[in-house]
T-cell receptor, first 115, second 114 residues
Framework: NAGVMQNPRHLVRRRGQEARLRCSPM?????VYWYRQLPEEGLKFMVY????????ESGMPKERFSAEFPKEGPSILRIQQVVRGDSAAYFC?????????????FGPGTRLTVL | DQQVKQNSPSLSVQEGRISILNCDYT??????FLWYKKYPAEGPTFLIS?????DKNEDGRFTVFLNKSAKHLSLHIVPSQPGDSAVYFC?????????????FGQGTTLQVKP
């Protein structure tokens, strides 16, 4: 029973390029969350998605960032025209469809480095 | 605004002794509280949780205490083991929405010395 999978684990981009981060939730989980961890800080919520729907994107920067969770395939966090300040660890988490389950299961993260 | 605070960035204890990690929150609407443990280069792993209707929850060596009036929770690890060395985060599901997003503290790095 595989856990939450994220790829790539490490991603290096130059300023101005695009970064695509992928997340496959645990089997049977239909809720996906993206968090960002800057150095020496805690995890900060970015976006919460269910299949084909963005439920809460209150933590997403207004520009350059987007997320999707299509009917088929993994969830994608996309960062356009990356800047050095985007360098961080990006974690995806998933939870089962039943409400009342507050526990979220995290993937290993993608470490983005912007040169 | 920092809704969840872990004021101690680091803690060092001797193997076999008790580790106490603290977490304070500002919003009384939080009604469920979680602790996560994180090793370097890995994602956070759920450790233990507590509902606001309780003031204590125990799971083996790990106990979480909740003081609602003080808006304070703590994680006790006893006896501490070297393998417990990690970063510990308290995390609170956002109380006033139904989105399930977690609000994390900044984390406390625990080092257990053999």
């Amino acid at each position: 029973n595989a856990g939450v999978m994220q790829n790539p684990r490490h991603l290096v981009r130059r300023r101005g390029q695009e970064a695509r981060l992928r997340c496959s939730p645990m089997k049977g989980h239909s809720h996906v969350y993206w968090y960002r961890q800057l150095p020496e800080e805690g995890l900060k919520f970015m976006v919460y998605l269910q299949k084909e729907n963005i439920i809460d994107e209150s933590g997403m920067p207004k520009e350059r960032f987007s997320a999707e969770f299509p009917k088929e395939g993994p969830s994608i966090l996309r960062i356009q025209q990356v800047v050095r300040g985007d360098s961080a660890a990006y974690f995806c988490a998933s939870s089962p469809p039943a409400r009342g389950s507050n526990e979220q299961f995290f993937g290993p993260g993608t470490r983005l480095t912007v040169l | 605004d920092q809704q969840v605070k872990q004021n101690s960035p680091s803690l060092s204890v001797q193997e076999g002794r008790i580790s106490i990690l603290n977490c304070d929150y500002t919003n009384s609407m939080f009604d469920y509280f979680l602790w996560y443990k994180k090793y370097p280069a890995e994602g956070p792993t759920f450790l233990i949780s507590i509902s606001s209707i309780k003031d204590k929850n125990e799971d083996g060596r790990f106990t979480v205490f909740l003081n609602k009036s003080a808006k304070h929770l703590s994680l006790h690890i006893v006896p501490s083991q070297p393998g417990d060395s990690a970063v510990y985060f308290c995390a609170l599901p956002h109380g006033s929405s139904n989105t399930g997003k977690l609000i994390f503290g900044q984390g406390t790095t625990l080092q257990v010395k053999p």
